[in-house]
């Protein structure tokens, strides 16, 4: 459930800011295919990968875990 919940917060602002899979893959240093599963639930993020995305993106990892 946790994975799911992490997973639209990280679509939602990556969209919200202005980035595509590929540029923010790119970006942090992810494989598309990662980061792909990142956002479908499919992979749990780990904590560098996590931080990576949230640097990239410019919000806090906290931001991304926030479930309200």
Known sequence: ????????R???????KGFTQQQLADESGVSLAVLGAIERGNRR????????IADVI???????????
Do not use: S, Y
């Open 1 to 8: 459930m946790e994975n799911r919940h992490l997973a639209q």
């Open 10 to 16: 990280i679509r939602a602002f990556r969209k919200l």
């Open 45 to 52: 993020a780990e904590d560098q990968i996590l931080n990576k």
């Open 58 to 68: 410019g919000v806090t990892v906290a931001e991304l875990k926030q479930t309200e």
